[in-house]
């Protein structure tokens, strides 16, 4: 099944034939790898630099080493857990310059509201208007509403998602959401105007999306990351 490697990389070389093996069907999800001494065997290597490769695998979601009497490799299904978390460390640690979170987002949530818009149905219009009222609810009830609204934000974001019919779309945006909370603690100076002009976005936004206006949610969507990230900026700046 695998050739020998060079020893000047040897690990990486393993990782990418396992991987490449994984990716094309020809091992499972679900099966096992072969016992070390035959992947050795068929590398060439030594018994520490397979063993590195298959931590590298391990920690790509690729494989589960599993010790004991019945231990080996197991191959795992492939998904995007693992997309999802690796992307939730980058944001929750502010390991993603602001810069680049903008650019990010921008292009990501000006797509997700030009499909939302192009593929809504009667059903997700009535929920887009739904969150919208339940937003300018919590806004109504001042400081003390602010967490709550910060949620329905969210939440229709993630509805719009949803709509876009793209499942990549809604993991990656479904981590953001989850972790962003960082970027905003550190870089956003909220307060209750702040969140007003937000709402207003919103209101935009579904407007565009519920008259299948998809060039000007996409329009929208990116002029607010552009102009909540140039806040974020000036607050680093300080």
Known sequence: MFKQVKQSKAYQDVVEQIQESIMAGTLKAGSMLPAERELKEQFGISRGTLREALRVLEQKGLIEIRTGVSGGSLVREINSDNLSDNLGLLIRNCAVSLKDLAEFREEMEGGVAALAAERTGADDVALLKSL???????????????????????????????????????????????????????????????????????????????????????????????????????????
């Open 132 to 238: 919208l009222a339940e937003g300018e609810g919590h806004l109504s009830q001042g400081r003390s509403g602010w967490d709550a609204f910060i949620r329905t934000d969210e939440q229709l974001h993630l509805a719009l998602a949803r709509m876009s019919g793209n499942q990549l779309f809604l993991t990656v945006l479904q981590s953001l959401y989850a972790n962003i909370h960082t970027y905003y603690v550190k870089y956003l100076p909220v307060n209750q105007d702040l969140l007003q002009e937000n709402l207003a976005d919103l209101r935009d936004i579904v407007a565009a999306v519920t008259s299948h206006n998809s060039e000007k949610a996409r329009s929208v969507a990116q002029s607010h990351v552009r102009r909540f990230n140039s806040y974020m900026e000036q607050k680093g700046s300080e």
